[in-house]
């Protein structure tokens, strides 16, 4: 069969002068988007996240997989203008650094995306809220946005001040990453607590060779 078979057949159907979508691959690549996709405590204020951009980054929910296709959880869209005060002073950031306080004043995300589940949480719900965030996070980084996934904050205080139907589960916070994240390859049995030293937020990062079995 001659390499321009296909193109040929498409000459044939749909005629030599019909517009021909040529797909050619792009910049970021699933491993540009990963290691682009770091945890973020402080945000650039200039950098207004808006409610359109969040839906587009739930968006992602509509096309990634859901164990057994129960397609449970449900997102509150949270901006400046709609009730961010009431979830920043109600989540944790940087738990393994206490004495820093983060985040720093003025660097305070100011969208965030929580997350909820219809029924109650079992390991399928975890499971679908694990692909969720992760591929929630991943399109932001494609949108040039930044994010961190939060599970240490006062889900009663969150529920009533956004006046959610469902107790949440996770916070995603979203915005324009202000800080300078470096992975540190580390072996498994070295210290995983991230630091900071010299301005830099260092993560370590078990190397493929100890995950391996």
Do not use: W
């Amino acid at each position: 069969m001659a390499d321009n078979y296909l193109e040929n057949r498409y000459d044939a159907i749909f005629g030599a002068s019909s517009k021909k979508v040529i797909l050619k691959s792009g910049n970021k690549s699933i491993d540009v988007l990963l290691r682009r996709n770091r945890s973020f405590r402080g945000y650039k204020k200039e950098q207004i996240v808006t409610e359109s951009q969040l839906k587009k980054i739930v968006a992602v929910n509509t096309c990634i997989p859901s164990a057994r296709n129960q397609q449970v959880l449900r997102f509150k869209l949270v901006t400046k203008d709609t009730g961010a005060e009431h979830v920043l002073k109600n989540i944790v950031l940087g738990g393994a650094l206490p004495e820093l306080h983060l985040p720093f004043a003025g660097t305070e995300p100011e969208a965030f995306i929580v997350v909820c589940s219809v029924i109650a949480e079992t390991r399928m719900v975890s499971i679908d809220m694990g692909i969720s965030v992760q591929s929630m996070l991943l399109k932001a980084v494609d949108m040039g946005l930044n994010g961190i996934i939060i599970g240490a904050f006062n889900k009663t205080a969150v529920m009533q001040a956004l006046q959610l139907p469902y107790e949440p589960a996770l916070i995603v916070a979203i915005g324009k990453g202000n800080e300078n994240i470096q992975c540190v390859p580390i072996h498994s049995h070295e210290n995983h607590n991230y630091y900071r030293q010299d301005n830099v937020h260092y993560v370590p990062k078990v190397m493929v060779e100890d995950l391996i079995l």
